[in-house]
């Protein structure tokens, strides 16, 4: 490719780029459809060149072409078209933490729960946790009766517990803790 003339077609330059992620991998939101329990992703890939024709001719001046294909985000396969996908996926994958816990991102608690820095605790066999919040407070947490110490829980009893039952519980469905059996999920 020569580098003194500039690409044709530089739009899909100002989508925000991962060092890590090749063009391959990039995925954009709002194109994803459900069919025969597969959970397709349009991913976008810009080849160089110029784009194939059954004619064999060059009906482009530009250095690259989009193309667009279908991958399933359960089994992987990839597909040219969604129309293609015409089995069921045989490989669902299983609910993540959140979903089997029946959390929603979108609820402040739990976003709380993943992402302030709070020390949970197992020290004994048996339902109770301990948790370290970030101010330095610890609360007890009793994983079967769902119930904690924390002011929060113990004024609002909020759906789903407060921020310190849903860390203990994603943290034992994620295999981080063990149960309160002393077993670790896998």
């Known amino acids: 490719m020569s580098t003194n003339r500039p690409l044709q077609s530089d ?60 991958r399933c985000r359960k089994c992987g396969q990839e597909r040219n078209h969604r129309d293609e996908f015409s089995t069921p996926c045989d490989n669902p994958q299983p ?11 979108d609820d402040p608690r739990t976003r709380r729960a993943l992402n302030e820095e709070l020390d949970v605790r197992f020290a004994t066999m048996g339902p109770i946790y301990e948790v370290e919040s970030e101010s330095g407070a610890t609360y007890e947490v009793d994983i079967e009766a769902t119930t904690g110490t924390c002011p929060d829980f113990e004024q609002r009893q909020p759906d789903n517990g407060c921020k310190h039952l849903r860390r203990v519980d994603l943290e034992i469905r994620t295999g981080l803790l063990p149960a309160p059996d002393g077993t670790f999920s896998r």
């Open 11 to 70: 739009s899909h330059r100002d989508q925000p780029t991962n060092e890590y992620a090749s063009d391959r991998d990039r995925s954009y939101p709002g194109d994803i459809a459900r069919l025969n329990g597969h959970e397709l992703v349009a991913i976008d890939e810009w080849l160089p060149g110029a784009e194939p024709t059954p004619y064999e001719l060059n009906l482009t001046d530009g250095y690259e072409y989009r193309t667009r294909y279908w």
């Open 95 to 105: 609910p993540t933490a959140l979903e089997a816990g029946g959390y929603s991102i």
